[in-house]
T-cell receptor, first 115, second 116 residues
Framework: DAGVTQSPTHLIKTRGQQVTLRCSPI?????VSWYQQVLGQGPQFIFQ???????GRGNFPDRFSARQFPNYSSELNVNALLLGDSALYLC??????????????FGNGTRLTVT | AQSVAQPEDQVNVAEGNPLTVKCTYS??????LFWYVQYPNRGLQFLLK????DNLVKGSYGFEAEFNKSQTSFHLKKPSALVSDSALYFC??????????????WGAGTKLIIKP
């Protein structure tokens, strides 16, 4: 079975632009989470979606938004990009909504560089 | 507030020697603890988790971790290190009393270097 797939793998944008990142979960997984990982730090939680509904939002500005589609794939959108948005964006899927029930399965991430 | 600390930025171990990567946590309720590994330019891979029960948890690739409630620690261990174990290791926790049953709190990571 395919793992979590993310696209694109790398992206370069300029300040003020908008970006859309995509994620396809493991087949059968209904929960998708998004994390931001700045170089040298651990992942920071952005969003979780389960069965197409937002189940949680981390401490990120409203410039960040996401959605989950009927096939459980997901998109993360970031508007008005800032230099500080440069990071590795990770998508993770899991069977259940609660992290304690099932481990997260991560994609390889999208490396976003904002210039 | 929930938090995770990985006190060592880097751990160096000779191949064949035992390794330990340290993790301490702070939660209000009971902790649900996880270890993940990250190879260069890759996502994180799940190694093991502690939810309840036996304090010694066994996971993937020969790794194990010991939960110590009194010391609020969850150290990752392996009896004999391999060069291929060299990677970035993350500890994460969720608080049983948290309203956010999906959000993991992550440590900053420990770079493990195994020398031949």
């Amino acid at each position: 079975d395919a793992g979590v797939t993310q696209s694109p793998t790398h992206l370069i944008k300029t300040r003020g632009q908008q970006v859309t990142l995509r994620c396809s979960p493991i087949s059968g997984h209904k929960s998708v989470s998004w994390y931001q990982q700045v170089l040298g730090q651990g992942p920071q939680f952005i969003f979780q979606y389960y069965e197409k509904e937002e189940r949680g939002r981390g401490n990120f500005p409203d410039r960040f938004s996401a959605r989950q589609f009927p096939n459980y794939s997901s998109e993360l959108n970031v508007n008005a990009l800032l230099l500080g948005d440069s990071a590795l964006y990770l998508c993770a899927s899991s069977l259940e909504s609660g992290a304690y029930n099932s481990p997260l399965h991560f994609g390889n991430g999208t490396r976003l560089t904002v210039t | 507030a929930q938090s995770v600390a990985q006190p060592e930025d880097q751990v160096n171990v000779a191949e064949g020697n035992p390794l330990t990567v340290k993790c301490t946590y702070s939660v209000s309720g009971n902790p649900y603890l996880f270890w993940y590994v990250q190879y260069p330019n890759r996502g994180l891979q799940f190694l093991l988790k502690y939810i309840t029960g036996d304090n010694l948890v066994k996971g993937s690739y020969g790794f194990e971790a010991e939960f110590n409630k009194s010391q609020t620690s969850f150290h990752l261990k392996k009896p004999s290190a391999l060069v291929s174990d060299s990677a970035l290791y993350f500890c994460a926790v969720r608080d049983s009393l948290s309203d956010s049953n999906y959000q993991l709190i992550w440590g900053a990571g420990t770079k493990l270097i195994i020398k031949p």
